[in-house]
């Protein structure tokens, strides 16, 4: 099982927020310095979220993504703010992100995830954030009345290859993941699933691991010093 130590961008800063409310966030400083440590303990991918991005709708913190990019030398995964066929070839094609990851236009736009698929099928993953049993968009301010496995079903159907997977409820709480619904995923769908939100212990990850998830994304537990990323990575094989 793949880790994916997360950073999450606001205004320039490395934050962690507290079930996705922007008021509620912990600054952790230079996000490009904290992609050069992630990357010193041996990670094998990044997780980056453009959060201003997510909530305004476009590329905010472009010039701190382009840097981490250019310093780190492992693959990243990006999401926050995409919403034209622009803005992912910006980001694929020009910065060198690794993965795009679709979240509010996979309901907006569906014309855009088909013409994603046909493009980069192999280079984009879509995330399905949840509370309640409903899915949340828009930087997790609005929700959609479907459920988040049909949403997994239909995303598999059209051709989404990765699926990640997040409890909003739970993110940045320290809580301990939703293992349930995780499960639930990966047995309806048979997807590749990275599950996010509540880790905060290395039996966590272990739980994660039994749900059959192919990855899971580390934030408040890992800048929290709740385990070390090289535990976690032993713990997640």
């Not at 099982?1 to 509620?24: F, H, N, T, W």
């Not at 990044?46 to 993504?65: M, S, W």
């Not at 409890?167 to 699933?193: F, L, Y």
Request: aromatic letters at 6%.
């Amino acid at each position: 099982m793949k880790i994916y130590p997360a950073i999450d961008i606001k205004a320039g800063s490395c934050v962690r927020l507290q079930k996705g409310e922007r008021e509620k966030c912990t600054d952790y400083g230079d996000p490009v310095e904290m992609a050069k440590k992630w990357a010193s303990e041996g990670a094998q991918y990044l997780h980056l979220v453009d959060l201003d991005g997510a909530f305004e709708g476009k590329f905010i913190n472009r010039e701190t993504v382009r840097k981490i990019v250019e310093t780190v030398k492992i693959p990243v995964q990006m999401g926050g703010g995409i919403r034209s066929e622009k803005d992912i070839e910006d980001r694929l094609d020009k910065m060198g992100i690794s993965r795009v990851i679709l979240g509010t236009v996979v309901h907006t736009k569906p014309e855009l995830l088909k013409w994603v698929l046909n493009r980069y099928s192999d280079r984009i993953a879509v995330a399905i954030d949840a509370k309640d049993g409903k899915v949340c968009i828009s930087g997790w301010v609005e929700s959609v009345e479907e459920d988040p496995v049909c949403l997994a079903l239909r995303m598999k159907d059209a051709g989404v290859k990765s699926i990640i997977f997040t409890d909003v409820s739970r993110d940045g709480m320290m809580t301990g993941p939703n293992i349930e619904r995780t499960a639930e995923m990966v047995k309806k769908t048979w997807i590749n699933i990275i599950a996010s939100g509540g880790i905060s212990t290395l039996d966590d990850i272990v739980a994660v691991r039994g749900t059959g998830a192919c990855g899971v994304i580390l934030g408040k537990s890992l800048y929290s010093g709740a385990f070390t990323l090289k535990e976690a990575m032993v713990t997640g094989k």
